[in-house]
């Protein structure tokens, strides 16, 4: 944690603490109070995709993080020979190591590892690959595989081992090894199967996969290898399938959207060969079969993690999948002509058709089923594009992309919506256009307000969401920013901004934070939810992340109605009921409570007092209070530190009037939620008598408000 407290904020941390001690009292003066009364009827039913999450390979949050395959470069995968790369790998024996395409493993896999046995150590040859800045090694199951070719009959030797700790022989610490049995020949590829088990956890991540075998008995001087992989366990113990900690961390926000292969890979740096896009019919199908392509962030996409991953994986948490695709319009700023469309939007249509279509009446349903998917993807959503707006693809995606895309998949599938990926083109009603919003805390709480006016018909996917620099008057610097990691100011300026959203979700779809993932090794991005590394133990889960998981995990299916004594800011507020659990919630977020603008005086430490009730429950009702703060604005989690954000849980009881009383520090977030077997008014024994009460009761409150006036919202 690189934030330290200073002597206001522990004067605040321990006001705050105080006051939650017990269940506090109705103050009996204030001028500043925020006074809510929520109804229960009216409001607007509530999005069911309130909160998701978007992926896009950056940062090797793909290959190298999600995607379980621990091993770097398995394929040799390139843009084109030239461009091919040995490295991770090396060969301890100090054999010689080439890269051969005269004898292809299949047409989209060229390139494989020539590895000469004339000047090996003792007979013995070995390759080792460290895998993607590091292995993880602990007592578990790692299936792997490879490909050989070339005349063999012997033993492979496939370790899992460290080259931190050596013995006196100088020879690797070995965590688990086993022995494949051998008979390859010169003319055919041979695929070989292992499976490694380690008995103890290693002390580092510095360890390498081996592979030995006896030079003396490859009789052509050499062997070539490829497709050389290793995968620990996976989540839902999938095949080629997702890293669980990290599966187990998004589960944790309990998204409702998975929006992919979301972001810049969509589009690909330009139409040249050198630089090819994400293309749906190279993701698909055995892993002999993918190619791979050069990402929009510099490294190269072996495309492991490819359509019907990115399906499985939304329906292991259970997601409803945004599918994003090609729109016709590169990087680099060019788009390819009206004239020249109609093939990408077949593509387009050929996609939906292989992950939607009965198998017993498509061809492309035929294929999907060939590769182990026999019945349909679900697929309710499709968005045009990406960031449509940007690289100069306004005025092709306005004056003809858009319309055409739109035209042909609503006609083909009426049933899917569509959603535009900008708001700069006006949609249909009922349909959703894009927004994505990078900004500084004070950009974002600007945007409180931002979807109080849609009066249309249409919705609003908050696509890209995140603040990504300090405050400063020239705003944020999305291409350089300043900052370390999310930050708490900037966690409860989201939150601001979200509760904005969530003011208005019969019109926001939803929202997700992003980037969502970020290997510490290779960050592309500076903000991201969660961080990681090889180490499984080293996840880091953002300032935002709790935020996010506190909305998330608790929602509601209605806005309510309400009358408060206050107008947004530094409080700002959303109320409504969840009608599945029939519980009502109100969540909070207090930003620069100690100089808010247009109150008479500070607030007295920042502290904002809150009294809060909701129509049809009465006194001695019950509700969680869940707050969290930091210990400063500019704390924020980093590996091997505590969690800076603290989150403390008090049950209140509602008093007169069924109101419940807290208190909310500066820069905090807050969720109220009342509890099962609640007491109401109905359910009360004098309820003239209890009626009388509540209104001396609001009479009084609305007296102790500013100037005395109930604002209703």
Request: with cysteine.
């Amino acid at each position: 944690m690189k934030a330290t407290m200073m002597l206001p904020q522990f004067l605040l941390a321990l006001c705050y603490i105080v006051s939650f001690s017990y269940a506090a009292p109705v103050p009996t003066s204030s001028n500043n109070t925020a006074v809510f009364r929520v109804g229960n009827t009216g409001g607007n039913a509530s999005s069911m995709h309130q909160y998701g999450l978007m992926f896009e390979d950056i940062n090797h949050s793909g290959d190298g993080g999600l995607y379980a395959e621990l091993i770097m470069n398995r394929a040799f995968q390139a843009i084109n020979y030239s461009s091919a790369t040995l490295k991770p790998w090396h060969s301890p024996s100090f054999s010689t190591l080439t890269l051969q395409n005269t004898s292809s493993l299949s047409s989209a896999l060229p390139i494989s590892l020539n590895v000469a046995t004339d000047s090996s150590i003792n007979g013995t040859v070995s390759i080792a690959n460290p895998g993607y800045y590091g292995i993880d090694v602990r007592p578990q199951d790692y299936q792997g595989s490879f490909y050989v070719r070339g005349s063999y009959k012997g033993d492979f030797t496939v370790s899992l081992v460290s080259y931190l700790t050596r013995d006196a022989d100088a020879t690797a610490s070995t965590f688990a090894t086993t022995t494949v049995t051998a008979n390859s020949t010169t003319d055919q590829w041979t695929q070989y199967n292992y499976t490694l088990s380690p008995t103890a956890v290693a002390p580092t991540t510095n360890n390498s996969l081996q592979i030995e075998f006896d030079g003396a008995a490859a009789t052509d001087g050499s062997l070539n290898f490829n497709l050389i992989s290793l995968f620990p366990p996976t989540y839902s113990n999938s095949t080629n399938g997702m890293r669980v900690d990290l599966m187990e961390a998004w589960a944790g926000l309990k998204p409702s959207f998975f929006r992919a292969p979301g972001g810049n890979n969509v589009e690909g740096l330009g139409p040249a060969e050198y630089s090819p896009r994400w293309k749906w019919n190279e993701t698909i199908g055995p892993l002999t079969e993918r190619p791979g392509h050069l990402s929009a962030w510099g490294y190269v996409l072996t495309d492991g993690m490819g359509l019907n991953e990115y399906f499985q994986l939304a329906a292991d948490l259970n997601m409803t999948m945004v599918l994003d695709v090609f729109a016709g319009h590169y990087l680099d700023g060019s788009s390819i002509s009206n004239d020249s469309l109609a093939p990408y939007i077949q593509e387009t249509l050929n996609e939906i058709e292989y992950l939607t279509a009965d198998s017993a009446n498509s061809t492309l349903g035929k294929l999907r089923a060939s590769h182990g998917y026999p019945d349909p993807w679900p697929l309710k959503y499709v968005e045009i594009g990406n960031e449509d707006n940007l690289s100069n693809g306004s005025e092709s995606y306005i004056s003809y992309r858009y319309e055409a895309y739109h035209k042909a998949l609503s006609a083909a599938y009426p049933n899917i919506t569509l959603i535009a990926s900008t708001q700069y083109v006006p949609v249909p009603d009922g349909e959703i256009s894009d927004y994505h919003i990078y900004d500084t805390p004070d950009g974002l709480v600007d945007l409180y307000n931002y979807f109080d006016h849609n009066s249309t018909n249409t919705s609003t996917l908050i696509g890209e969401l995140a603040a990504v620099d300090y405050n400063s008057p020239a705003g944020a610097n999305v291409d350089a920013p300043t900052i370390p990691n999310p930050f708490w100011q900037g966690s409860v300026a989201e939150a601001v901004f979200l509760i904005g959203a969530e003011r208005n979700s019969e019109h926001v779809f939803g929202a997700a934070y992003a980037p969502s993932l970020a290997n510490r090794n290779s960050e592309q991005w500076r903000t991201n939810l969660i961080y990681f590394d090889a180490n499984n133990d080293n996840d880091v889960l953002s300032t935002s992340y709790h935020m996010i998981s506190l909305f998330s995990n608790t929602r509601m299916t209605t806005t309510r109605p309400a009358t408060t004594s206050v107008q947004s800011g530094p409080l700002y507020w959303v109320a409504g009921e969840n009608e599945g659990t029939s519980a009502r919630i109100a969540k909070f977020a207090v930003y620069n409570s100690t100089s808010a603008p247009g109150q008479p005086t500070p607030y007295e430490y920042g502290i904002v007092p809150v009294h809060m009730s909701f129509d049809g429950l009465a006194q001695g009702a019950r509700a969680n209070l869940t707050v969290l703060t930091a210990p400063s604005w500019n704390a924020f989690n980093e590996v091997g530190e505590p969690n800076v954000v603290q989150s403390m849980v008090t049950t209140l009881t509602a008093d007169l009037g069924g109101v419940f009383s807290f208190e909310l520090p500066d820069l905090s977030v807050a969720l109220l939620e009342t509890l099962m077997g609640n007491a109401t008014v109905r359910g009360q024994q004098r309820p003239q008598q209890q009626q009388q009460q509540q209104q001396q009761q609001q009479r009084k409150l609305v007296m102790e408000s500013e100037d005395g006036v109930l604002f209703a919202t």
